[in-house]
């Protein structure tokens, strides 16, 4: 009984048909991983991308608001309606109303 066992290695360990399979078997796995790693990066990167546009045009829209009525808040209100309308992927898990503040250049207060 022992014998045939052994005699069936070394057949085993003879015969090359097959390799490409066991290769492809070990493989695929890590293939697939890696593929599934870089879909979910390229998500994360445009969920990024979005965010940074949405903010952008509020920043934008709240500064034309400001510039040409500086003695109401209603770049406030422009920024938001900016921020809020520019986001079309993310807005399951965005904030859905940002911080709008004037920043403080050259020691004055907004």
Request: proline share 3%; net charge neutral.
């Amino acid at each position: 009984m022992v014998s045939k066992a052994l005699n069936l290695l070394r057949r085993l360990r003879k015969c090359a048909s097959g390799n490409a399979l066991v290769l492809v078997g070990i493989g695929l796995p890590a293939l697939i991983g890696a593929t599934g790693y870089g879909v979910d990066t390229a998500q994360w990167y445009m969920w990024k991308r979005e965010l940074q546009h949405s903010v952008d045009q509020a920043a934008i829209a709240g500064a034309w608001a400001l510039a040409y009525d500086p003695t109401t808040d209603t770049y406030t209100t422009r920024a938001q309606q900016e921020y809020t309308a520019n986001l079309n992927v993310v807005a399951d898990f965005a904030v859905e109303t940002p911080d709008v503040a004037l920043a403080n250049y050259q020691g004055r207060d907004g």
